[in-house]
């Protein structure tokens, strides 16, 4: 009995040493301002804030409860850390997603995939209620929201108005100033950094809608505008420098004939017991207003997709990323060559603690898990840190990314939990907000 308390004392500490590795952050936390909280001023309010700041809430969804979404959820960030793949999709409407490639990418693949809309779908129909114009666009910004919380993908949008069906490219031109979309668009490039993006459309008639014919074209124009120096350069003041995409597709929809690339997502995830399609599906429900409720049929399906950009004579390997790293240690690509060998040593041990954690995530002791993640939190800094002495931006950046889920992954494994509620769902800028927040470890 007194062994048992002993180890059981051992891993106590353990766990608030993780604790202090968890929230000793450089991440610079912003000034909240409430009427009353539910917490005494001090350290633990410090506490919440680091929380609140790094994403680590039990749900983005209201109507979820809370919790730390246990052995599904930890697996799933820990195949976020480990991996670099990062797909952004491009179309016009917040229903022009491909739900299937995002899933895949997300929930198969263990990467980053984001969906540019480059409109809220204000113009739309609605067959659910009688919103319209710009409430509309915001019931069709919640959808895309609750779709992405199915389908894992990340979703952006620029600062186009769906003003309503056009005929032609030059027509939603007239309306859509091309240099704002493009901005917009070259914006969201360098901000998610990805080695691949998919345009939904083609930029011509094929693609019907005008303001789809758009997007198709501004797909193209800002791949090439994001990797040019001399193109906006201002964003330099955002920390936005040029991105150079490695890979560009189109969805094979409109030219079936097109498609050399076949992505098979009839498979089985094992963490749901449902296929990549079906999920995807679950994913494009969301779309009610737009009744575009879908069934969740099982079989082989694929994403097909049209390989842009090929030279002449050149053809496609058929996948979606070549010969491109998409281990971790392929971040260590961005970095200046004095600094590549020590960086490849910080993410290969990350790979390896990875591999550590997963070997005991299976146990019913959480607390297995906790020293490589607290391990792997600390490799991640000193190559982040890395990355930022050496002025590798872009390394930097994703880092961050990676550093935010191995910190959601370790909270997880111990057991914390933050719940944040409020009296009211509507609040003006600047009024006085009561916010309720509770911790559970």
């Not at 766990?15 to 590795?21: E, I, N, V």
């Not at 984001?114 to 739309?124: E, P």
């Not at 950094?193 to 074209?217: C, K, N, T, W, Y």
Request: charged share 25%; glycine share 10%.
């Amino acid at each position: 009995m007194g062994g048992r308390r002993a180890m059981a004392s051992g891993r106590d500490d353990m766990m608030q040493d993780s604790m202090r590795t968890l929230f000793d952050s450089s991440t610079s936390i912003p000034s909240q301002r409430t009427s009353r909280s539910a917490v005494r001023p001090g350290g633990l309010v410090l506490l919440l804030l680091a929380f609140l700041s790094t994403g680590l809430l039990a749900s983005t969804d209201p109507f979820e409860p809370a919790g730390t979404g246990g052995a599904v959820y930890l697996d799933r960030a820990l195949a976020r850390i480990e991996n670099h793949k990062r797909v952004l999709v491009i179309g016009a409407h917040p229903d022009d997603e491909d739900t299937a490639l995002l899933t895949l990418v997300s929930r198969g693949l263990g990467g980053e995939a984001a969906y540019l809309s480059l409109s809220r779908g204000d113009g739309g129909q609605n067959l659910i209620g009688s919103e319209l114009g710009e409430s509309l666009g915001v019931l069709r910004t919640e959808e895309l929201l609750a779709a992405r919380r199915i389908d894992g993908a990340r979703q952006y949008f620029s600062r186009a108005y769906d003003f309503g069906y056009s005929k032609s490219l030059e027509e939603a031109l007239t309306q859509w100033p091309k240099e704002m979309l493009l901005e917009d668009a070259v914006r969201v490039i360098r901000r998610f950094r990805p080695q691949v993006v998919v345009a939904i459309f083609p930029p011509d008639e094929r693609a019907g809608h005008g303001q789809h014919q758009a997007s198709g074209l501004i797909a193209e124009l800002a791949i090439e505008a994001a990797a040019s120096e001399s193109a906006f350069p201002e964003m330099a003041d955002e920390g936005l420098e040029p991105w150079r995409t490695e890979r560009f597709f189109r969805e094979a929809w409109f030219d079936p004939e097109s498609a050399d690339t076949f992505l098979p997502v009839g498979i089985l995830d094992p963490l749901t017991g449902r296929t990549l399609y079906q999920i995807a599906m679950e994913s494009r429900s969301q779309h009610r207003c737009q009744s575009f409720g879908s069934l969740q049929p099982l079989g082989p399906r694929d994403v097909r997709l049209a390989r842009q950009g090929l030279a002449e004579g050149e053809t496609t390997d058929g996948t979606l990323f070549g010969d491109l790293e998409t281990r971790l240690r392929g971040v260590a690509d961005l970095v200046a060559e004095e600094h590549r060998s020590a960086m490849l040593g910080h993410l290969m041990a990350v790979e390896n603690l990875v591999g550590a954690a997963r070997s005991v995530a299976n146990s019913s002791d959480y607390g297995l898990v906790v020293p490589p993640l607290r391990d792997l939190l600390l490799e991640l800094r000193a190559a982040r840190s890395l990355a930022e002495s050496g002025g590798a931006a872009h390394a930097a950046a994703i880092l961050v990314e990676k550093e935010r889920w191995a910190n959601e992954v370790l909270a997880t494994a111990l057991g914390l939990v933050v719940d944040a509620t409020t009296e009211s769902d509507l609040v003006i800028p600047g009024e006085d907000l009561a916010v309720t927040v509770r911790v559970s470890n």
